[in-house]
């Protein structure tokens, strides 16, 4: 397999509506050894992608802030097995749903799928067996927003004109999906949500403003930004969604980004609303691949890197077959059993829209892919599994 793939495999995708543009780096060594761009950036006005593409990066998001908060814990104000009613003395004293009215797959897809109207008003619900930690949000094993229950709550919030603070209040009030620690899944918002405010308590700033003083500043990350300019938004990928063979403009709508998170002015995202250029965060991604540091500047200390992808649950749960969380990344431990063409070790994450990057220790491997498209499955993408095929497909050759 040589480099010349990518292009074709890319650009089929773009001929064939799959797509509507994208872009990839690849850095092994810390060195560039692939950068690739396709399509357009805006199908409507044949704008070709370009390195001022802005992407919303959704739940690569997640990978962002788990970075910010650990930190704080490398730098002693902070520890894993913090609880976090420490800090919001709200969670303490949590319930457990214990409603089979919300148990299995068949429940889930009444609710789900064929939009039954669920009872969430006189849930069972049992006293949790601890409280959550810190620890418990970044490996996805806090029963947060991880069930039927949880999503449905979270679904019908009103939360338009909310803060970080607000909001995660009334996360405070939602009984868990299970009991902390003693199963895994996907915490949509509550999750990394939770950790920016408790990143925004410990250092008394706002986490928007926190990231950019401590992340995308000294990284030079120039448009990656939780809030983004009208000028940002004028360079953005708009949102496309695959109708009939046919790539249809869907910006704006209950798919777009606002639409899922119903978030006001004042919310910051910190769990999927990170906006930027491939490149910009194709520069964070080769700081965790270079153990902490880019260009002089370190971010991290080399063992909080490697605590990302070696720590984990207090029991080791696994999100999918030979898949399992470490911190704020999902970690490849067993790749033939999860399907996967990465090497074991491999981590990194995804967002809704497309994007998608990992990183490989033993090949000392950085990549970091870009498009915007609706319904391609976040983690699940055939277009992000495609691009690790690629590249452990090149990298293995040489």
């Given at each position: 397999m040589?480099?010349?793939q990518i292009d074709e495999v890319m650009m089929r995708y773009v001929e064939n509506e799959e797509m509507p543009g994208g872009e990839l780096f690849i850095h092994q060594n810390d060195q560039e050894i692939y950068h690739g761009m396709w399509g357009y950036s805006n199908l409507e006005t044949k704008t070709p992608v370009s390195d001022d593409t802005v992407y919303c990066m959704c739940s690569m998001s997640k990978v962002l802030?788990?970075?910010?908060?650990?930190?704080?814990?490398?730098?002693?104000?902070a520890g894993l097995d913090d609880e976090v009613k420490k800090y919001i003395p709200a969670f303490a004293n949590q319930r457990v749903v214990s409603d089979e009215r919300f148990d299995g797959e068949e429940n889930f897809a009444k609710y789900f799928i064929k939009g039954e109207k669920a009872p969430l008003n006189d849930v069972k619900t049992v006293a949790a067996d601890r409280s959550i930690t810190v620890r418990d949000l970044l490996t996805h094993s806090s029963g947060l927003e991880m069930g039927a229950f949880g999503m449905l709550c979270r679904m019908t919030m009103k939360c338009e004109d909310e803060t970080l603070e607000t909001r995660c209040e009334k996360f405070a009030r939602m009984p868990l999906d299970f009991q902390p620690g003693t199963a895994t899944g996907y915490s949509p918002t509550a999750g990394?949500?939770?950790?920016?405010?408790?990143?925004?308590?410990?250092?008394?700033?706002?986490f928007?403003?926190?990231?950019?003083?401590?992340?995308?500043?000294?990284?030079?990350?120039?448009?990656?930004?939780f809030h983004p300019t009208k000028e940002q938004l004028k360079r953005r990928m708009p949102l496309y969604?695959?109708?009939?063979?046919?790539?249809?403009?869907?910006?704006?709508?209950?798919?777009?980004?606002?639409?899922?998170?119903?978030?006001?002015?004042?919310?910051?995202?910190?769990?999927?609303?990170?906006?930027?250029?491939?490149?910009?965060?194709?520069?964070?991604?080769?700081m965790l691949a270079n153990g902490g540091t880019l260009n002089g500047v370190r971010i991290l200390k080399p063992e909080t890197v490697r605590m990302m992808y070696t720590e984990r649950a207090y029991r080791h749960l696994e999100?999918?077959?030979?898949?399992?969380?470490?911190?704020?990344?999902?970690?490849?431990?067993?790749?033939?059993?999860?399907?996967?063409?990465?090497?074991?070790?491999?981590?990194?994450?995804?967002?809704?829209?497309?994007?998608?990057?990992?990183?490989?220790?033993?090949?000392?491997?950085?990549?970091t892919f870009g498009t915007n498209r609706e319904d391609l499955g976040g983690s699940g993408s055939y277009i992000s599994r495609k691009v690790e095929e690629l590249v452990f497909g090149i990298v293995d050759c040489y």
């Amino acid at each position: 397999m040589n480099m010349d793939q990518i292009d074709e495999v890319m650009m089929r995708y773009v001929e064939n509506e799959e797509m509507p543009g994208g872009e990839l780096f690849i850095h092994q060594n810390d060195q560039e050894i692939y950068h690739g761009m396709w399509g357009y950036s805006n199908l409507e006005t044949k704008t070709p992608v370009s390195d001022d593409t802005v992407y919303c990066m959704c739940s690569m998001s997640k990978v962002l802030t788990a970075v910010g908060f650990l930190k704080l814990v490398e730098q002693g104000k902070a520890g894993l097995d913090d609880e976090v009613k420490k800090y919001i003395p709200a969670f303490a004293n949590q319930r457990v749903v214990s409603d089979e009215r919300f148990d299995g797959e068949e429940n889930f897809a009444k609710y789900f799928i064929k939009g039954e109207k669920a009872p969430l008003n006189d849930v069972k619900t049992v006293a949790a067996d601890r409280s959550i930690t810190v620890r418990d949000l970044l490996t996805h094993s806090s029963g947060l927003e991880m069930g039927a229950f949880g999503m449905l709550c979270r679904m019908t919030m009103k939360c338009e004109d909310e803060t970080l603070e607000t909001r995660c209040e009334k996360f405070a009030r939602m009984p868990l999906d299970f009991q902390p620690g003693t199963a895994t899944g996907y915490s949509p918002t509550a999750g990394m949500d939770l950790i920016a405010r408790l990143t925004e308590i410990i250092t008394g700033e706002d986490f928007a403003s926190y990231m950019k003083r401590e992340i995308f500043d000294p990284l030079k990350m120039k448009d990656m930004t939780f809030h983004p300019t009208k000028e940002q938004l004028k360079r953005r990928m708009p949102l496309y969604k695959r109708v009939e063979g046919k790539l249809v403009n869907v910006t704006g709508t209950a798919c777009d980004l606002d639409g899922m998170i119903s978030g006001g002015p004042r919310y910051t995202s910190a769990a999927g609303g990170a906006y930027g250029r491939v490149s910009d965060y194709d520069r964070f991604t080769r700081m965790l691949a270079n153990g902490g540091t880019l260009n002089g500047v370190r971010i991290l200390k080399p063992e909080t890197v490697r605590m990302m992808y070696t720590e984990r649950a207090y029991r080791h749960l696994e999100a999918e077959p030979g898949m399992e969380w470490g911190l704020g990344v999902r970690v490849r431990q067993e790749p033939e059993r999860a399907v996967s063409f990465a090497v074991k070790g491999t981590y990194g994450w995804s967002g809704a829209f497309g994007t998608h990057m990992f990183i490989c220790p033993d090949r000392h491997l950085a990549v970091t892919f870009g498009t915007n498209r609706e319904d391609l499955g976040g983690s699940g993408s055939y277009i992000s599994r495609k691009v690790e095929e690629l590249v452990f497909g090149i990298v293995d050759c040489y």
